[in-house]
């Protein structure tokens, strides 16, 4: 059993399935499980898992925002010419409009996070293993 993955898969919001929809955005598996199927609604609101080493892509979120809420695990929030941040339950983060991020689990760790986003995401790149790599030595 790796670090945190009891805390992740069993987290009451649920693990949810393979994230295929977004697969060719991420590095690592992660998973997604939808939390409002409300079509009247313009944000999107999930349950997002990533294994250890698992990230998504540089991305920018357009005509809106991205919160996330962090529940479970150790993970790396990044945004563009910014330090990492690392992150655990309880932590909060608030992306604005425009602002190029990043976000996933640490090397050793599982990772979950609420996100509410309203918007569009345009993927920008990956985030290479060297500039990953670099976070886990700090």
């Known amino acids: 059993m ?9 987290n009451v919001f649920g693990f949810g399935s393979t994230n295929d929809a977004f697969a060719k955005f991420f590095t690592g598996d992660g998973f997604i499980n939808g939390l409002v199927h409300d079509e009247t609604i313009s944000v999107g609101v999930s349950h997002v898992s990533f294994a250890p080493g698992s990230r998504n892509y540089w991305h920018i979120h357009r005509n809106g925002y991205q919160i996330l809420l962090v529940t479970a695990g150790e993970g790396w929030y990044q945004e563009d010419g910014q330090p990492a941040r690392k992150l655990k339950a309880g932590d909060v983060v608030v992306t604005k409009e425009g602002v190029t991020h990043w976000h996933g689990a ?23 293993d060297k500039e990953y790599n670099l976070l886990e030595k700090k």
């Open 2 to 10: 790796t670090e945190h993955e009891l805390d992740v898969k069993n």
């Open 106 to 128: 640490t090397k050793h760790s599982w990772f979950s996070h609420i996100t509410i986003t309203e918007g569009t995401q345009d993927w920008v790149r990956p985030v290479t």
